[in-house]
């Protein structure tokens, strides 16, 4: 172990699953480092190290639950450890079959730590309820679940422990089945890799050097230190990259590294990437790079940026998009309307909490070429860029999809691919460039605040007569897909309802705070709060409950949606209704609303679906296609199409997606991946069925099947000629009910959502179970604080998650109203599922205390003090100090 300053090492022996071992660490070195860089072990995650609050790490020390990464390694000294290796054969079979029987693992990540912390629990305690069981995960962070599977799989595992039978997998692969999650016992386990799993021959660790201000001009950067400490091998700055620095899926202004004489726009920008012999020596001299500035005020109120004589952030200036719908007459119908009503609503930052921090690995080829490993929302966008900032043909760049530890929209841009890529050039070395959590939290996208100010009418009987809404979202420092989030946000301004008379303005605005992009929901999650909270009012007003003046206003079949869209075939909207009209009515505390969420980009845009089917010698299939697999379950759903297509069981297909094959269909985005991938595999099994002619998949060895699907017929937004517009292929719907208990507290979310077609209904439940989870984290605790441009909340503890203990029951409905242009009349409803949860919770904490709340999150409620305790104790130790905000604990 290579010495380094000030790093003398302690020896340490242990015994690490029944076998004695040993090791020379440094002092401040962790136990998570030790298991996973000493032996190997990767099956213990890093999520957050050092701070010990998500649970990836976790292992037992003598029997106890600890997390790894906020142990000493020397602390190790003369105890047991014991990882998912360590545990008996028959015991990680139990494991791996409960949570695949349950549907308990989605990006996996978690998994691992979950299994260990549920382990210690039933080694102590063999039969516990589900509330003991929450309680004791309270440690371990799910972004996907929602915790109810997860607990569910804890169950099932107790039972099996007890002798009891364990319930049937379904292996069938058959559509409508509740078919097992590809490569599920894997992720369970901990021993499906990650990029930061991922170690070749000779890999150097890469680390970054942030800003430390959000604006401030750069005079110097001076990285002769860092490249003197030892062990390290390259240092890159701007002057080092060879091609375009300035990146962008959409926009190009997002800076890979700021350079000598230019302002910085947030703290998240990179100034210098170092890489080194071991990931400390690379962080160690990442902090040596001394950097001088000329501090400036930071612009953080988009109100203020927008103004004449503001601060000019970028070239384009302060405004980035201008998104306008504008239908009827919106003066006559305000003037003639009996109720008419305006307020203003305000949503806050979101963090997308994903558990698998920014990772990527570059690896030089002998030809000159490189292979990069991304974790990715879209492999070809990444090859794309990473090639040009290389000054590149593509060709020479191949990146290979390694399975996210979840994305929700953050990992669409481009993080650290770059920078590892060009630190594997300098070095002729494989590198891989790993972020801490803080350094995640200080870096990627956020949802976008956004400030909505409303004036809706409606007549007598309740029917909608307009909407007038203008909108002003913070984008932050760069563009990301900033314009289509506010574009969108004015798209679904209407939300589910028919309104003739519409006048939208949504403004997507640059500041020096973090940079908004992609986050599940898309911009129709922070309209929805405004526009449902805006038809309580009204019904308030009118004289009839939430349910009636929904069921009065809800658009169907021939119905012109906000943008002026006329709809075909597939709105299930009323039937989701009627499936929750005696929850919400037989609610004493209950709040409801309606959503809608478009499937496809859209507006104009062409979109694919492109697959690959290739049978091989050994008798299995290959699936190759395009979209990013971090937990919706995209590789479970083709390959069970494949599989119903083809007459196949699900252990003859392998699912693979790199850019060997060009299968480009853009980001894996807008709930868009089982509607055009699905089409596409369909496509392809139809020409590989017509070559079989009844002989052996084997017999076609070798050869590949292409299939495709096309939508070009949607329409753009700024050609205003058109009629009748088609601003989306497809749309999911759904209606949410949310009931509190008589202290106030969350009791249970009832969900009922128009999927076209249940292609896989335990993962279909996943889904509206883990968005329902995050809608109300959105409702009632989340929210990322920045101050003056910095992040305030720099930990996952302090963001205010919901923990397992403060999940209510979901009960999910799913109405099959098929849509024409989905595999089977299947739909997307990743993102609906939790487009309709803040309004319907606004509704129950208005019937409950009757407040009428008109921002997120509403932290002032009981349900929000309930769900997550701590912030109770933060308000009240606030309260007792004349402390502002909160602490982490």
Same mark, same amino acid.
């Given at each position: 172990?290579?010495?380094?300053?000030?790093?003398?090492?302690?020896?340490?022996?242990?015994?690490?699953?029944?076998?004695?071992?040993?090791?020379?660490?440094?002092?401040?070195?962790?136990?998570?480092?030790?298991?996973?860089?000493?032996?190997?072990?990767?099956?213990?995650?890093?999520?957050?190290?050092?701070?010990?609050?998500?649970?990836?790490?976790?292992?037992?020390?003598?029997?106890?639950?600890?997390?790894?990464?906020?142990?000493?390694?020397?602390?190790?000294?003369?105890?047991?450890?014991?990882?998912?290796?360590?545990?008996?054969?028959?015991?990680?079979?139990?494991?791996?079959?409960?949570?695949?029987?349950?549907?308990?693992?989605?990006?996996?990540?978690?998994?691992?730590?979950?299994?260990?912390?549920?382990?210690?629990?039933?080694?102590?305690?063999?039969?516990?309820?589900?509330?003991?069981?929450?309680?004791?995960?309270?440690?371990?962070?799910?972004?996907?679940?929602?915790?109810?599977?997860?607990?569910?799989?804890?169950?099932?595992?107790?039972?099996?422990?007890?002798?009891?039978?364990?319930?049937?997998?379904?292996?069938?692969?058959?559509?409508?089945?509740?078919?097992?999650?590809?490569?599920?016992?894997?992720?369970?386990?901990?021993?499906?890799?990650?990029?930061?799993?991922?170690?070749?021959?000779?890999?150097?660790?890469?680390?970054?050097?942030?800003?430390?201000?959000?604006?401030?001009?750069?005079?110097?950067?001076?990285?002769?230190?860092?490249?003197?400490?030892?062990?390290?091998?390259?240092?890159?700055?701007?002057?080092?990259?060879?091609?375009?620095?300035?990146?962008?899926?959409?926009?190009?202004?997002?800076?890979?590294?700021?350079?000598?004489?230019?302002?910085?726009?947030?703290?998240?920008?990179?100034?210098?990437?170092?890489?080194?012999?071991?990931?400390?020596?690379?962080?160690?001299?990442?902090?040596?790079?001394?950097?001088?500035?000329?501090?400036?005020?930071?612009?953080?109120?988009?109100?203020?940026?927008?103004?004449?004589?503001?601060?000019?952030?970028?070239?384009?200036?302060?405004?980035?998009?201008?998104?306008?719908?504008?239908?009827?007459?919106?003066?006559?119908?305000?003037?003639?309307?009996?109720?008419?009503?305006?307020?203003?609503?305000?949503?806050?930052?979101?963090?997308?909490?994903?558990?698998?921090?920014?990772?990527?690995?570059?690896?030089?080829?002998?030809?000159?070429?490189?292979?990069?490993?991304?974790?990715?929302?879209?492999?070809?966008?990444?090859?794309?860029?990473?090639?040009?900032?290389?000054?590149?043909?593509?060709?020479?760049?191949?990146?290979?999809?390694?399975?996210?530890?979840?994305?929700?929209?953050?990992?669409?841009?481009?993080?650290?691919?770059?920078? $590892? #890529?060009?630190? %594997? +050039? &300098?070095? !002729?070395?494989?590198?891989?460039?790993?972020?801490?959590? =803080?350094?995640? /939290?200080?870096?990627?996208?956020?949802?976008?605040?956004?400030?909505?100010?409303?004036?809706?009418?409606?007549?007598?009987?309740?029917?909608? $007569? #307009?909407?007038? %809404? +203008? &909108?002003? !979202?913070?984008?932050?420092?760069?563009?990301?897909?900033? =314009?289509?989030? /506010?574009?969108?946000?004015?798209?679904?301004?209407?939300?589910?309802?028919?309104?003739?008379?519409?006048?939208?303005?949504?403004?997507?605005?640059?500041?020096?705070?973090?940079?908004?992009?992609?986050?599940?929901?898309?911009?129709?999650?922070?309209?929805?709060?405004? /526009?449902?909270?805006?038809?309580?009012?009204?019904?308030?007003?009118?004289?009839?409950?939430?349910?009636?003046?929904?069921?009065?206003?809800?658009?169907?079949?021939?119905?012109?949606?906000?943008?002026?869209?006329?709809?075909?075939?597939?709105?299930?909207?009323?039937?989701?209704?009627?499936?929750?009209?005696?929850?919400?009515?037989?609610?004493?505390?209950?709040?409801?609303?309606?959503?809608?969420?478009?499937?496809?980009?859209?507006?104009?845009?062409?979109?694919?679906?492109?697959?690959?089917?290739?049978?091989?010698?050994?008798?299995?299939?290959?699936?190759?296609?395009?979209?990013?697999?971090?937990?919706?379950?995209?590789?479970?759903?083709?390959?069970?199409?494949?599989?119903?297509?083809?007459?196949?069981?699900?252990?003859?297909?392998?699912?693979?997606?790199?850019?060997?094959?060009?299968?480009?269909?853009?980001?894996?985005?807008?709930?868009?991946?089982?509607?055009?991938?699905?089409?596409?595999?369909?496509?392809?099994?139809?020409?590989?069925?017509?070559?079989?002619?009844?002989?052996?998949?084997?017999?076609?060895?070798?050869?590949?099947?292409?299939?495709?699907?096309?939508?070009?017929?949607?329409?753009?937004?700024?050609?205003?000629?058109?009629?009748?517009?088609?601003?989306?292929?497809?749309?999911?719907?759904?209606?949410?009910?949310?009931?509190?208990?008589?202290?106030?507290?969350?009791?249970?979310?009832?969900?009922?959502?128009?999927?076209?077609?249940?292609?896989?209904?335990?993962?279909?439940?996943?889904?509206?179970?883990?968005?329902?989870?995050?809608?109300?984290?959105?409702?009632?605790?989340?929210?990322?604080?920045?101050?003056?441009?910095?992040?305030?909340?720099?930990?996952?503890?302090?963001?205010?998650?919901?923990?397992?203990?403060?999940?209510?029951?979901?009960?999910?409905?799913?109405?099959?109203?098929?849509?024409?242009?989905?595999?089977?009349?299947?739909?997307?409803?990743?993102?609906?599922?939790?487009?309709?949860?803040?309004?319907?919770?606004?509704?129950?904490?208005?019937?409950?205390?009757?407040?009428?709340?008109?921002?997120?999150?509403?932290?002032?409620?009981?349900?929000?003090?309930?769900?997550?305790?701590?912030?109770?104790?933060?308000?009240?130790?606030?309260?007792?100090?004349?402390?502002?905000?909160?602490?982490?604990?």
């Amino acid at each position: 172990m290579q010495q380094e300053p000030g790093g003398d090492l302690v020896h340490v022996d242990f015994t690490l699953n029944g076998r004695p071992a040993g090791a020379d660490v440094r002092p401040d070195g962790t136990l998570l480092e030790l298991l996973r860089e000493t032996f190997g072990i990767t099956s213990v995650k890093d999520g957050c190290a050092p701070e010990g609050s998500c649970g990836a790490c976790t292992v037992m020390m003598d029997g106890r639950a600890v997390v790894s990464c906020a142990q000493q390694a020397v602390r190790a000294a003369g105890r047991s450890v014991v990882t998912q290796e360590g545990l008996a054969d028959s015991d990680r079979e139990r494991w791996a079959d409960a949570f695949v029987a349950a549907g308990a693992s989605q990006c996996g990540f978690c998994s691992p730590g979950i299994v260990m912390k549920s382990e210690a629990l039933l080694q102590r305690n063999p039969d516990p309820s589900r509330d003991e069981i929450a309680h004791a995960l309270a440690g371990n962070l799910c972004r996907c679940t929602g915790y109810v599977k997860v607990i569910d799989a804890v169950h099932i595992a107790a039972a099996a422990r007890r002798g009891e039978p364990m319930p049937a997998i379904d292996t069938s692969g058959r559509v409508g089945s509740r078919s097992a999650r590809y490569r599920g016992r894997e992720l369970a386990l901990g021993d499906k890799p990650y990029v930061n799993d991922m170690q070749p021959a000779g890999m150097l660790h890469g680390a970054v050097r942030f800003s430390d201000h959000p604006r401030a001009r750069v005079v110097r950067i001076d990285v002769s230190r860092a490249r003197a400490y030892p062990g390290v091998v390259a240092v890159a700055t701007w002057r080092d990259v060879p091609g375009e620095r300035i990146q962008g899926a959409i926009t190009r202004d997002w800076r890979q590294f700021i350079a000598e004489g230019e302002e910085t726009s947030y703290v998240g920008d990179i100034l210098a990437a170092v890489a080194a012999e071991t990931r400390h020596a690379a962080r160690e001299a990442a902090k040596l790079v001394e950097v001088e500035y000329e501090v400036l005020d930071p612009v953080t109120d988009p109100f203020e940026a927008m103004k004449p004589g503001a601060p000019v952030l970028q070239p384009g200036g302060n405004i980035l998009s201008v998104s306008r719908i504008k239908r009827g007459d919106v003066d006559a119908a305000l003037a003639s309307a009996p109720h008419v009503l305006t307020e203003t609503f305000r949503t806050q930052f979101i963090e997308h909490a994903f558990l698998e921090p920014e990772s990527s690995l570059a690896v030089p080829r002998e030809d000159g070429s490189i292979d990069v490993y991304s974790q990715g929302q879209g492999i070809w966008e990444d090859r794309r860029q990473i090639a040009s900032f290389l000054g590149e043909p593509e060709d020479r760049v191949r990146v290979t999809l390694v399975s996210s530890g979840g994305g929700f929209g953050a990992k669409e841009d481009l993080n650290v691919q770059g920078h $590892a #890529a060009l630190l %594997a +050039r &300098l070095a !002729g070395r494989p590198a891989r460039v790993t972020l801490s959590r =803080a350094e995640s /939290l200080r870096f990627h996208v956020k949802r976008h605040p956004i400030t909505l100010e409303y004036t809706v009418a409606c007549d007598a009987e309740g029917h909608l $007569a #307009a909407v007038r %809404a +203008r &909108l002003v !979202g913070d984008t932050g420092a760069y563009a990301s897909v900033g =314009a289509k989030v /506010l574009e969108r946000a004015a798209g679904h301004a209407c939300g589910a309802y028919k309104v003739p008379n519409v006048d939208v303005e949504a403004y997507a605005v640059y500041t020096n705070n973090p940079p908004c992009g992609a986050m599940r929901g898309f911009g129709a999650n922070q309209a929805n709060f405004a /526009l449902e909270g805006m038809v309580d009012r009204l019904a308030e007003r009118v004289g009839i409950d939430g349910w009636e003046m929904r069921w009065r206003n809800a658009l169907d079949v021939g119905d012109r949606f906000g943008t002026g869209q006329m709809l075909g075939p597939g709105v299930g909207l009323k039937q989701t209704l009627l499936a929750v009209r005696d929850a919400y009515r037989g609610g004493r505390f209950a709040g409801i609303a309606c959503a809608v969420k478009n499937s496809g980009v859209g507006n104009g845009m062409v979109e694919y679906g492109k697959a690959i089917l290739r049978p091989e010698a050994d008798g299995t299939l290959t699936l190759f296609h395009s979209w990013t697999e971090m937990g919706q379950g995209v590789d479970t759903v083709l390959a069970q199409i494949a599989c119903e297509e083809l007459g196949l069981p699900p252990s003859r297909v392998t699912v693979q997606v790199n850019t060997r094959h060009e299968l480009d269909t853009g980001q894996t985005t807008a709930s868009r991946a089982t509607m055009l991938g699905g089409r596409a595999v369909m496509d392809a099994a139809a020409k590989l069925r017509a070559e079989l002619e009844g002989r052996p998949l084997a017999s076609l060895a070798g050869r590949e099947f292409y299939g495709e699907f096309k939508v070009d017929w949607t329409t753009s937004p700024d050609d205003t000629s058109i009629e009748n517009p088609v601003t989306h292929f497809a749309y999911a719907w759904a209606t949410q009910v949310v009931l509190l208990d008589d202290q106030g507290r969350l009791a249970k979310v009832v969900a009922a959502h128009d999927v076209g077609k249940a292609i896989n209904p335990t993962l279909l439940e996943g889904q509206i179970e883990g968005g329902v989870h995050m809608g109300l984290g959105h409702s009632l605790t989340e929210e990322f604080v920045v101050e003056g441009g910095h992040p305030v909340t720099t930990t996952l503890k302090s963001l205010g998650i919901i923990p397992p203990s403060g999940m209510p029951p979901v009960e999910c409905i799913f109405i099959e109203e098929p849509s024409p242009y989905g595999p089977y009349g299947a739909k997307g409803v990743g993102e609906v599922a939790l487009v309709p949860t803040a309004s319907a919770v606004a509704g129950a904490l208005y019937a409950f205390d009757g407040v009428r709340r008109n921002r997120l999150p509403m932290r002032d409620s009981a349900a929000a003090r309930a769900a997550v305790p701590r912030l109770a104790h933060a308000a009240r130790r606030a309260a007792g100090t004349g402390a502002s905000g909160e602490r982490d604990e």
